[in-house]
Antibody, heavy 113, light 109 residues
Framework: QLQLQESGPGLVKPSETLSLTCTVSGGSISSSSYYWGWIRQPPGKGLEWIGSIYYSGSTYYNPSLKSRVTISVDTSKNQFSLKLSSVTAADTAVYYC?????WGQGTLVTVSS | SSELTQDPAVSVALGQTVRITCQGDSLRSYYASWYQQKPGQAPVLVIYGKNNRPSGIPDRFSGSSSGNTASLTITGAQAEDEADYYCNSRDSSGNLLYVFGTGTKVTVL
């Protein structure tokens, strides 16, 4: 079965860009028909959809974050990535990479100087 | 984007039945998926599509839908079912956007 693992800095300074990578094992990103997505969860709060990318390269972003988000895929490494620019403390959250069925364990990203 | 609204919390006696609802305009067009999240863990898919359970999910979990409301029913709730539950569905915009419900905390008494 698929396994997803997030990686990236756990601390990002305000106004900088948050960058995370999701490494996929047990299957190929380029052979699937479902989405590869990013979801986040601020401490003590609910889940928020950030966006997703399909094997075709098409991307779909939460309108509230669209101006700051970029999701890309590297099929050679079987990875997909998230970039969120101009971060503030409100972007502090556990970030998950996911397919409809499988999720990574999540990684906490704190925005603080 | 669309909104999906859930009751913040429900409680159920051990072995009894509880239904969790999710309301939103997009549910008139798209099925909801349901995720279970226990403290400190990633969400787990329990129901998808019309009423489908991934491998390993007990058959006490079932899903249904009517109009703008999707429901998750736990028949014979167990202590291990105590968790937060989130619905998830397509956005009503017609694009491949998704949205999560506000979440329901289920307490098993």
């Amino acid at each position: 079965q698929l396994q997803l693992q997030e990686s990236g800095p756990g601390l990002v300074k305000p106004s900088e860009t948050l960058s995370l990578t999701c490494t996929v094992s047990g299957g190929s990103i380029s052979s699937s028909s479902y989405y590869w997505g990013w979801i986040r969860q601020p401490p003590g709060k609910g889940l928020e959809w950030i966006g997703s990318i399909y094997y075709s390269g098409s991307t779909y972003y939460n309108p509230s974050l669209k101006s700051r988000v970029t999701i890309s895929v590297d099929t050679s490494k079987n990875q997909f990535s998230l970039k969120l620019s101009s971060v503030t403390a409100a972007d502090t959250a556990v970030y998950y990479c996911a397919t409809p069925t499988y999720w990574g364990q999540g990684t906490l990203v704190t925005v603080s100087s | 984007s669309s909104e999906l609204t859930q009751d913040p919390a429900v409680s159920v006696a051990l072995g009894q039945t509880v239904r969790i609802t999710c309301q939103g305009d997009s549910l008139r067009s798209y099925y909801a998926s349901w995720y279970q999240q226990k403290p400190g863990q990633a969400p787990v898919l329990v129901i998808y599509g019309k009423n489908n359970r991934p491998s390993g999910i007990p058959d006490r979990f079932s899903g249904s839908s009517s109009g703008n409301t999707a429901s998750l029913t736990i028949t014979g709730a167990q202590a291990e079912d105590e968790a937060d539950y989130y619905c998830n569905s397509r956005d009503s915009s017609g694009n491949l956007l998704y949205v999560f419900g506000t979440g329901t905390k289920v307490t098993v008494l």
